[in-house]
């Protein structure tokens, strides 16, 4: 049986979710709560509650918040063991200000310990991948581990952009990822071109493709996800929700769509079911949505009338 293993962030959220429009150099109303998150840890979370198998590789500080991570993680069924409990470093953070409508406004992420993290802590869990399991990272790793994994790692891969700026450390690595997920500030960065109408989609999934990309999963905000997978260049469209939360939803819908996919789904209904699975997790105050469970997905994807364009046929 094919397992996930999980390289990134494991962190601290702490998010501020304004009242009123913000005002700049001020002291602006609002509610503030502390979670944990880091893309790497969400997606793993997700899996777990998906009862994938996947272990975590991260690295935390002995401290409060770093205890909590490993703790949680166990609880809710990721393997935590390849975690990295570091005295005198202090676990990695996420401040982020989110305006009235649950957008992020403005992020500062403290992530210098995965700087920890090298080729001696990484290599037996490379040598420990079958051909069939299936290596998640981000790019919070240090672009030399970055390109390094992508040489040593004999199975699929997988890998989240995170942001535009980071996402230039995904280039020298692009034709050996199985699944790639940006959305479109990172996509157009990488593209060099702006990407808008349906045509320019079609030309961006184009472009991932020559790249030697197996399946790019390219997310659009209100406009939807276009997918390329062999020669099917598809957008998937949704209705609008007034989100509560929106730092985890894109963990989630990745976690759910690489699930989907090693279990054989169909791309159009792996998709779908991704999308719900996002709904449920823009519907939580929680980065990861504890509702999250296989026996939900179809009830989710169900509530969201997708609609689907062949950009191939434009």
Same mark, same amino acid.
């Given at each position: 049986?094919?397992?996930?293993?999980?390289?990134?962030?494991? $962190?601290?959220?702490?998010?501020?979710?304004?009242?009123?429009?913000?005002?700049?150099?001020?002291? $602006?109303?609002?509610?503030?709560? %502390?979670?944990?998150?880091?893309?790497?840890? $969400?997606?793993?979370? $997700?899996?777990?509650?998906?009862?994938?198998?996947?272990? /975590?590789?991260?690295?935390? @500080?002995?401290?409060?918040?770093?205890?909590?991570?490993?703790?949680? @993680?166990?609880?809710?069924?990721?393997?935590?063991?390849?975690?990295? /409990? /570091?005295?005198?470093?202090?676990?990695?953070?996420?401040?982020?200000?989110?305006?009235?409508?649950?957008?992020?406004?403005?992020?500062?992420?403290?992530? @210098?310990?995965?700087?920890?993290?090298?080729?001696?802590?990484?290599?037996?869990?490379?040598?420990? /991948?079958?051909?069939?399991?299936?290596?998640?990272?981000?790019?919070?790793?240090?672009?030399?581990?970055?390109?390094?994994?992508?040489?040593?790692?004999?199975?699929?891969?997988?890998?989240?952009?995170?942001?535009?700026?980071?996402?230039?450390?995904?280039?020298?690595?692009?034709?050996?990822? %199985?699944?790639?997920?940006?959305?479109?500030?990172?996509?157009?960065?990488?593209? @060099?071109?702006?990407?808008?109408?349906?045509?320019?989609?079609?030309?961006?999934?184009?472009?991932?493709?020559?790249?030697?990309?197996?399946?790019?999963?390219?997310?659009?905000?209100?406009?939807?996800?276009?997918?390329?997978?062999?020669?099917?260049?598809?957008?998937?469209?949704?209705?609008?929700?007034?989100?509560?939360?929106?730092?985890?939803?894109?963990?989630?819908?990745?976690a759910v769509y690489l699930s989907c996919r090693r279990q054989g789904v169909p791309l159009q209904t792996a998709a779908e079911q991704a999308a719900g699975a996002a709904?449920?997790?823009?519907?939580?105050?929680?980065?990861?949505?504890?509702?999250?469970?296989?026996?939900?997905?179809?009830?989710?994807?169900?509530?969201?009338?997708?609609?689907?364009?062949?950009?191939?046929?434009?």
């Amino acid at each position: 049986m094919s397992r996930f293993v999980v390289i990134g962030g494991a $962190n601290v959220d702490l998010i501020g979710s304004a009242d009123q429009p913000l005002r700049l150099h001020d002291s $602006n109303p609002g509610t503030i709560q %502390t979670m944990l998150g880091g893309v790497g840890r $969400n997606i793993a979370e $997700n899996l777990a509650r998906l009862q994938e198998p996947v272990s /975590l590789v991260s690295a935390v @500080g002995d401290d409060s918040f770093g205890h909590w991570i490993l703790e949680q @993680g166990r609880q809710c069924g990721i393997d935590m063991r390849a975690v990295q /409990l /570091l005295k005198g470093q202090r676990t990695s953070a996420f401040l982020a200000i989110l305006d009235p409508r649950h957008d992020l406004h403005c992020a500062v992420a403290d992530m @210098g310990i995965l700087n920890e993290l090298n080729p001696a802590i990484l290599q037996p869990v490379l040598d420990s /991948l079958d051909p069939e399991d299936v290596l998640i990272w981000d790019t919070n790793l240090d672009p030399e581990l970055i390109k390094w994994i992508g040489g040593q790692a004999h199975c699929l891969l997988a890998m989240d952009p995170l942001s535009a700026s980071k996402s230039e450390k995904a280039r020298c690595i692009l034709s050996k990822l %199985t699944y790639f997920k940006p959305n479109r500030a990172e996509a157009e960065r990488l593209c @060099g071109f702006t990407i808008e109408t349906p045509a320019q989609i079609r030309s961006a999934l184009d472009w991932f493709a020559a790249q030697g990309i197996k399946e790019t999963v390219l997310s659009l905000g209100a406009q939807g996800t276009a997918l390329a997978v062999g020669q099917q260049r598809l957008l998937m469209s949704l209705d609008s929700i007034v989100p509560v939360n929106t730092t985890g939803a894109g963990d989630c819908f990745f976690a759910v769509y690489l699930s989907c996919r090693r279990q054989g789904v169909p791309l159009q209904t792996a998709a779908e079911q991704a999308a719900g699975a996002a709904a449920l997790t823009l519907s939580d105050p929680l980065s990861v949505s504890p509702r999250l469970k296989p026996a939900i997905l179809d009830h989710w994807r169900a509530r969201q009338h997708c609609q689907w364009q062949d950009l191939t046929q434009i």
